[in-house]
């Protein structure tokens, strides 16, 4: 068998494959995490994963299908027989095979849905049936699950905007991959769009005359782009040519705006614009000061300025982009603003003053002056999880404060329970600290909010084999007050 590093992603290679009624494996790599998908005639048939949390025993233990105790009794067992752990469960009994094909076909689902969100990797294909006796088995469409991810994944619709590209992107349909597939595993959006996508139309126009609402029709673009049915047929080459490298000066004016920005004033726009402008200017600035633009590279000491002025920048396009939000807000705009002595009186303004304070100062590296208005912050409003998540993070910096900065990130999952940047950072605490389990159970509740988080998949593998930590455990410190 010949085996081909793959050019396309994994969800377009498993689509083609498919579309064709292929047999064969394809391995999906990035680092350390190595996960294989097997297709049999064109279904999903199997998946697995090296990672201890992504296995077969570990899934029965989380759906509950089997204690700790039996899991390791099983797995006990196949190793001293040499047996798989699926055939050892069925000489015994339990779990039943319903059970284990349910597991497997939760671990296909998870599996594909988090690999789908790496941003890079390897894909290998190796053509040929597998040999997958003494596994459970399913029998599942590659394509019907892209599209179900698609329409969970990202779960704002602006973020899925921002994956399909600016709103003068022209998607177009990969004939092969189509004229194999047909349509018969695609509803009625799916095959407007693989009618009316020519490379010709822009988004915008595929929106105005689809069959069904806005965001389902932009969940099955990026779908399909997932799947490669679609290609992307290029922007303009004006706008492209415009692009610049960003300097420093730029992004100093650009980056630091004033708090009392208005919405309007964030997005470069008047009070009149229409909603074809509002979106432009959004991806105009989306394109240019995203903050994963700031995450490495010479510009990366402005990438807390970049995440502050994106998140205003988002708040300012989901605002005006919906008339009746937009027609709220202009009416408050209208209204009298409070008087200075008011708005000193009022404890939540001086702590978001406060707030705004110290990330201005953490942006400069002015350290020690930051945690001070940071903790001002959360003295005056205890319950905004960004002013404990931000000193939290901070704090984490420091080994000696490490009680500190545990005591704020895990004031930050109560407020927030989907909180991953605070998981993470205490995760990584506990790891620096040897408490191993602690640190993966943080770095399990990342991938329970997050599926695709890579760094949270690395940090499992990198930490072993752990086993669970008692959930009454889960939200107790470790350090401060233990």
């Not at 090296?50 to 025993?57: P, Y």
């Amino acid at each position: 068998m010949k085996t081909a590093i793959g050019v396309k992603p994994v969800g377009a290679l498993l689509v083609a494959h498919a579309a064709a009624g292929g047999s064969g494996i394809l391995t999906a790599v990035r680092g350390r995490l190595r996960r294989v998908f097997v297709l049999d005639q064109g279904w999903l048939a199997h998946a697995a994963s090296n990672l201890l949390e992504e296995q077969l025993a570990e899934y029965l233990v989380h759906r509950q299908v089997l204690s700790p105790a039996a899991r390791t009794h099983l797995v006990e067992e196949a190793q001293r027989r040499n047996r798989k752990l699926f055939e050892v469960a069925l000489e015994e009994g339990a779990p039943s095979p319903e059970a284990f094909r349910s597991a497997e076909e939760a671990i296909v689902h998870d599996l594909l849905s988090s690999t789908l969100e790496w941003p890079e990797g390897e894909t290998h294909w190796q053509a040929g049936r597998a040999e997958l006796t003494g596994e459970p088995t399913v029998r599942l469409s590659p394509l019907a699950l892209i599209r179900a991810h698609a329409n969970r994944y990202p779960k704002a619709a602006d973020a899925v905007r921002a994956r399909i590209g600016p709103p003068d992107t022209k998607p177009m349909v990969a004939e092969e991959v189509a004229r194999l597939l047909g349509s018969a595993e695609l509803d009625a959006v799916g095959r407007y769009l693989l009618d009316a996508c020519d490379g010709k139309r822009s988004v915008g126009a595929l929106l105005a005359a689809s069959p069904d609402r806005e965001e389902p029709t932009l969940r099955a673009i990026y779908g399909l782009l997932l799947a490669g049915l679609l290609e992307r047929a290029g922007t303009r080459v004006a706008e492209q040519g415009r692009d610049l490298p960003l300097t420093r000066e730029e992004c100093q004016l650009r980056l630091s705006l004033p708090v009392e920005s208005d919405h309007y004033g964030v997005l470069g726009l008047d009070r009149k614009a229409l909603a074809p402008a509002i979106r432009e200017s959004y991806y105009r600035l989306a394109r240019r000061y995203h903050p994963d633009r700031f995450r490495a590279g010479p510009l990366a000491d402005f990438l807390g300025l970049a995440e502050a002025y994106f998140t205003k920048v988002t708040e300012a396009y989901n605002t005006l982009i919906r008339p009746e939000s937009r027609q709220e807000y202009d009416r408050q705009l209208a209204e009298p603003q409070m008087s200075a002595d008011t708005a000193k009186s009022d404890t939540q303004y001086l702590a978001r003053q406060n707030f705004v304070r110290g990330k201005s100062l953490l942006e400069r590296r002015h350290h020690a002056e930051a945690v001070r208005f940071l903790e001002n912050a959360t003295r005056l409003d205890g319950n905004v999880a960004e002013y404990h998540l931000e000193l939290g993070l901070l704090l984490a910096r420091n080994p000696r404060q490490r009680e500190e900065a545990e005591r704020h990130l895990l004031r930050t999952t109560e407020l927030e329970p989907a909180a991953t940047a605070a998981y993470m950072s205490l995760g990584q605490i506990y790891a620096r600290a040897g408490r191993t389990p602690h640190a993966a159970a943080m770095f399990r509740e990342v991938l329970r909010w997050d599926p695709g988080n890579v760094q949270a998949s690395a940090q499992l593998a990198e930490l072993g084999p752990v086993g669970d930590l008692d959930p009454a455990q889960r939200g107790r410190p470790v350090f401060y007050g233990g």
